[in-house]
């Protein structure tokens, strides 16, 4: 019987139905309404007309042909049914508050064969709740991309509403719905919020479920209120493009790297242009199969500076477009700078050996630079030399001399840091060393790491290897001398002194680049402390300064496309930033979100919401009314003009 009551229509204000006896007087004004005087008269030839008036006003003949009557009993009838608001009840609560959750990530810009976008269909189920907002309930509207952010208080007012609703739009990072539950928890502290809705294509962060194997969105969260989830329908099909790197192969020419991947709902196909400086520097065709992907690769001349586009030209629909370009900047290739004294033969030998180094001082022990892109040394005094890479040998710093001694006692490494940049691929366990650092009584490894150091190896008696960071510069303690060691007849020195070299390579941007992904822009060093404008694609800018280091760090990059930074109106870099999250480009969902204590199942159905009749009953009344209007004003019949 529910599809029964839901075609019966219920009342907000049942106690407005006193309108209704209104009727009464009306009907009783128009039997009282004629009081003629009586009159004697010699004829009634010339009054048959009042004859038959007098007949239409005697009871129950006084309503013969009175349309006004009706129209006015009609019009107070539906005046009166407008008043008690009659709606068709739906399948959703009415709840007091309901705070209702868009997902406005890059996924929800993905089409269906229609055209229409995930974010589209869910402002299309939200304005139809809008619409049938009743009496006492209110609505916030929060939008969850990177962050939260709501849109308007609680309230009815729909205007206000529809244009929070069309403000949202697409953000092309992945969403944290964490963000728009806390939000949500915060609000239930001073609104009693029984429920939330939430909706999205499903494409959240996900973690193998393992009871079943498969992937499934979880969440770490402790929900207070019932959460809805109303998932939208499943786009097309995409490809795009998920990572755009470059590594040098030699001093002529750059390794370009670049993977595309698809859906896993269906086969895509595309041509693939990388474009250098304007000019195309490659291209292939792309076939993949329901979730498959391809990495490609690409030579680009390394003798000037490269401005590299990498674009996808897909063969049939493509859900989504924005993650079809990327763009990668590539520096011209130059010599690698290193400061190494003519002492430190070990070191001396094992760089000029390798392509693309150059090694100062000179045999004639002249340097003729100000700054390097790396500095091996074992004197104190070269510590200071400008490089964003130093290696200090046999070198206790400074601020460790109360804390560490040198022993002339022979060391064994204990344990290091294999995952460190600078031993990765480096055995240090046979190494025998004759110098022993020792920790001083009372220090303990928290009191050295408080003063900005971090432990890589250590020894039996204390530290071995430190780094520490400052602002860019990254500083190396080799707390032994490597001549009293046998690390130089290792395999593994070569290998560390390689480490160093691709490091410093980082550093000057000559060995590895990636393009930048959406979310934060990449670093950029510039005049400290200065303000510069950020221009971002869509053509809105804000103002940000440089840290004391002269790093312009924390940029939102919530867009694809270019970023211009300027300085004064001048162009000082243009950042491009094209790459999505992988999991955004596959378009996978999940129907069920897992929280910390229940899951939450997707609903695949539209919800049917409350339909209000009462503007539509107004309407007629108000149309009713007219009509009355202009029959009571027509002119009679017979009546020339």
């Given amino acids: 019987m529910s599809w029964l009551t839901s075609w019966i229509p219920n009342f907000f204000t049942p106690s407005s139905a006193w309108l209704f006896s209104l009727l009464i007087p009306i009907i009783v004004f128009y039997f009282l309404k004629l009081r003629r005087t009586r009159l004697e008269v010699s004829s009634l030839a010339l009054w048959r007309q009042v004859i038959n008036d007098q007949r239409v006003n005697a009871p129950f003949q006084r309503f013969k042909r009175n349309i006004l009557l009706f129209l006015q009993l009609a ?119 029984e429920k939330i809705r939430f909706y999205s294509d499903g494409n959240l962060p996900t973690r193998i479920n393992p009871a079943t194997g498969k992937p499934m969105a979880a969440v770490n969260f402790d929900l207070p209120f019932a959460v ?140 003729d630079r100000v700054a390097y892109d790396l500095v091996i040394s074992d004197q104190a005094d070269d510590q200071a030399r400008e490089a964003p890479v130093v290696l200090m040998v046999g070198t206790l710093p400074d601020d460790l001399t109360e804390m560490i001694t040198i022993l002339e006692e022979p060391a064994e490494v204990v344990d290091f840091q294999r995952d460190a940049q600078l031993l990765q691929h480096v055995q240090l366990k046979d190494v025998i060393i004759s110098e022993s650092p020792e920790k001083k009584e009372g220090v303990e490894d928290p009191d050295i790491e408080q003063l900005g150091y971090t432990m890589l190896a250590y020894g039996n008696r204390g530290p071995l290897i430190l780094r520490q960071r400052d602002g860019t510069k990254v500083t190396y303690f080799l707390l032994f001398h490597t001549d009293r060691s046998t690390l130089p007849y290792r395999v593994g020195f070569p290998v560390l002194v390689n480490n160093l070299l691709s490091e410093a390579l980082q550093f000057a941007s000559l060995g590895e680049m990636q393009a930048a992904k959406t979310g934060v822009l990449p670093s950029v060093s510039l005049t400290k402390n200065e303000t510069y404008r950020v221009t971002r694609p869509d053509g809105k800018h804000e103002e940000r300064m440089t840290n004391d280091d002269g790093l312009l760090v924390g940029v939102p990059a919530s867009q694809i496309g270019e970023y211009e930074i300027r300085s004064e109106g001048n162009l000082v870099d243009k950042i491009g930033v094209g790459l999505l999250d992988p999991s955004e480009t596959s378009l996978f969902a999940v129907d069920k979100i897992q929280f910390n204590e229940l899951s939450v199942q997707a609903e695949d159905q539209k919800l049917k919401t409350d339909k209000p009749l009462w503007p539509k009953i107004a309407f007629a009344a108000f149309a009713l009314l007219l009509f009355e209007w202009w029959y009571f004003q027509k002119r009679p019949a017979g009546i020339p003009d």
Wanted: net charge negative; hydrophobic share 45%; charged share 25%.
């Fill in 75 to 193: 019009l107070l009838c539906l005046i009166a049914l407008a008043a008690m608001q009659p709606f068709f009840p739906g399948d959703a609560e009415r709840l007091q508050y309901l705070p209702i959750l868009i997902d406005c990530s890059a996924s929800m810009a993905a089409t269906d064969a229609e055209g229409k976008t995930r974010l589209e269909l869910a402002k299309e189920e939200v304005a139809e709740i809008i619409e049938g907002l009743m009496p006492g309930q209110q609505l916030t509207l929060i939008s969850v991309g990177n962050s939260a952010r709501r849109l308007t208080d609680f309230t009815d007012n729909k205007p206000v509403l529809r244009e929070a609703l069309e403000s949202i739009e697409i953000v092309d990072v992945p969403s944290k719905i964490e963000d728009g539950l806390r939000l949500s928890q915060a609000l239930a502290r001073t609104h009693e919020i």
């Fill in 228 to 367: 809805d989830f109303f998932q939208m329908p499943a786009a097309g099909n995409n490809m795009g493009i998920t990572a755009l790197n470059a590594r040098r192969a030699n001093q002529e020419r750059w390794d370009v790297f670049l993977r595309v991947e698809g859906t896993p709902s269906g086969s895509t196909e595309s041509r693939v242009v990388l474009m250098a400086n304007g000019q195309v520097a490659g291209e292939d065709r792309v076939i993949l199969g329901p979730g498959e992907s391809q990495r490609l690769v690409f030579g680009v001349p390394a003798d000037a500076a490269n401005h590299l586009v990498a674009k996808l030209e897909p063969i049939g629909a493509d859900a989504l477009e924005i993650d079809n370009r990327a763009w990668l900047d590539l520096p011209a290739a130059r010599e690698i700078t290193v400061y190494c004294p003519p002492e430190l033969l070990t070191f001396r030998h094992a760089l000029e050996s390798l392509e693309g180094v150059r090694v100062e001082p000179a045999g004639d022990g002249a340097a």
